[in-house]
């Protein structure tokens, strides 16, 4: 496998593997790169099987040492956004002997561990990937209480799955934006699905909407993978209009689900680009899917590696990709069977289509009847007056829960014109216990750096 990957990107050559704020590197350079990167982890004592953390986003720099570890048969763990929790979290399930910076400036190896505190990790962590020879991924979880979930992949599994893709014969036939994290599973597969088959990756700066924008009229970008709340972003924005987005071909939109008013609104704004539901978690990898239509929130998981089933509503999934545990959690999300239970809540129509409901966890029951946050929210989208919103639950001594909901209202409106145009606008449209009882006036809505909508909201103002 490991042959296979640098064979191939022998034979791309020439070809432009990223492009790194105005700068292409081709193959040939990512290649000598990685090899100076295997060289400079040698010589600061990182060894096959240790764990390594890499800290940065995207770069050549982190793209190569991501290319190199996996060459050497380490564990990695991507990490964009460095915390002092997220650190002592991963030192003290990971047992990382190094870590792995890349900078503005260039490469920076530090030691994390002692020798013997290394090779303990190194045995703990890589012991579990049932492989010797085989690299390893940690990926940690978005959750935003607590610590993360350290989650262990096959790094090889990954890589053998993009492998078996046939490379493009054009040079430069797939240029894809890296809009998705760099440690997150989307980001991965992203970058993977495009370098392994000898596309461009394009390497933003900020993701900011703008930015987004403007790269994808100077490459002539043809697929946008994306997810629904930075879809807004970019239409409230009216950065779709003030670009020329006209090569786009495809969006994927993922992370979260979407409300069928908004797909609406995103149809409208993109009349000529077909609109793909994707659909995959950190445990399992991203499945290939199929939309029912560029209008319609119902999609069929439609890969080979991937088997899904629902049990009280629930959506299961099984796949090729499947992680190997986690290394700090009891492995309580998975069935005695294997199946991952990924907290999603789907209705399941009769010819095999899905549609995503909401997420298990952030059901709002009110007295007993319940609510998913997505069902008012896609209600609300359809108001002329409300340009994004979100909804969520707060606890209530009597009901148990009460309805919560921020909006970012379109125009100049008073919390009392906004308040009083929701109850005209919902009543008849939804039964009485989805009433908010909360509406905040925000000037933006909270997203999370997975770019999904933040649904606790401890700061909200209330009455």
Not at 26 to 46: C, S, W
Not at 236 to 249: A, K
Not at 410 to 426: N, P, S
């Amino acid at each position: 496998m490991r042959e296979e990957l640098i064979r191939r990107f022998e034979e791309f050559g020439p070809r432009t593997a990223l492009f790194d704020h105005g700068t292409a590197v081709t193959y040939t350079e990512l290649l000598e790169r990685i090899r100076d990167t295997r060289k400079r982890l040698a010589l600061h004592g990182v060894e096959p099987r240790q764990t390594v953390v890499l800290h940065g986003d995207y770069s050549p720099d982190s793209v190569a040492a991501l290319f190199a570890l996996f060459l050497d048969g380490n564990v990695v763990v991507p990490v964009v956004t460095l915390t002092d929790t997220t650190l002592d979290t991963v030192v003290e399930h990971c047992r990382p002997g190094h870590l792995v910076r890349t900078t503005g400036a260039g490469v920076e190896i530090r030691d994390l561990t002692g020798p013997a505190d290394a090779a303990v990790g190194a045995g703990a962590v890589h012991g579990r990937l049932g492989d010797p020879d085989a690299a390893g991924l940690v990926l940690l979880s978005s959750g935003s209480t607590g610590a993360p979930k350290v989650i262990l992949h096959s790094l090889d599994v990954l890589v053998g799955e993009k492998l078996q893709k046939r490379p493009r014969r054009r040079a430069n036939a797939l240029n894809i934006l890296m809009v998705l994290m760099f440690d997150h599973i989307g980001g991965i597969n992203s970058l993977l699905s495009t370098l392994l088959v000898g596309g461009t990756a394009i390497l933003p700066e900020r993701r900011t909407p703008e930015e987004i924008c403007s790269l994808i009229e100077r490459h002539r970008i043809l697929v946008l993978p994306t997810s629904p709340t930075y879809l807004n972003l970019m239409m409230v924005g009216g950065y779709h209009r003030t670009y020329d987005l006209s090569s786009l071909r495809l969006i994927t939109y993922g992370t979260e689900p979407m409300s069928e008013e908004l797909l609406l609104r995103v149809r409208g704004a993109f009349p000529g680009v077909r609109l793909l539901q994707t659909f995959g978690t950190s445990e399992t990898g991203i499945a290939a899917t199929t939309s029912e239509s560029s209008t319609s929130t119902y999609f069929k998981i439609s890969d080979d590696g991937v088997e899904y089933r629902v049990v009280d509503g629930e959506l299961q999934l099984r796949s090729r990709t499947q992680f190997l545990g986690y290394l700090n959690y009891e492995d309580d999300s998975l069935t005695e069977d294997r199946w991952f239970r990924t907290g999603d809540l789907v209705e399941e129509a009769a010819d095999g289509f899905l549609r995503i409901k909401g997420r298990a966890k952030e059901v709002i029951n009110v007295g007993g009847e319940k609510l998913l946050p997505l069902e008012l929210e896609s209600v609300l989208m359809g108001s002329p007056l409300v340009e994004d919103c979100v909804v969520y639950g707060r606890p209530n001594a009597i009901t148990g829960q009460s309805v919560c909901v921020d909006i970012k209202p379109r125009g100049e409106l008073t919390r009392a014109a906004l308040r009083k145009h929701v109850a005209e606008f919902l009543a008849g449209r939804v039964e009485p216990f989805k009433m908010p009882s909360k509406i905040n006036v925000v000037d933006t809505i909270a997203m999370s750096d997975r770019m999904k909508k933040l649904r606790s909201r401890p700061g909200a103002d209330e009455e």
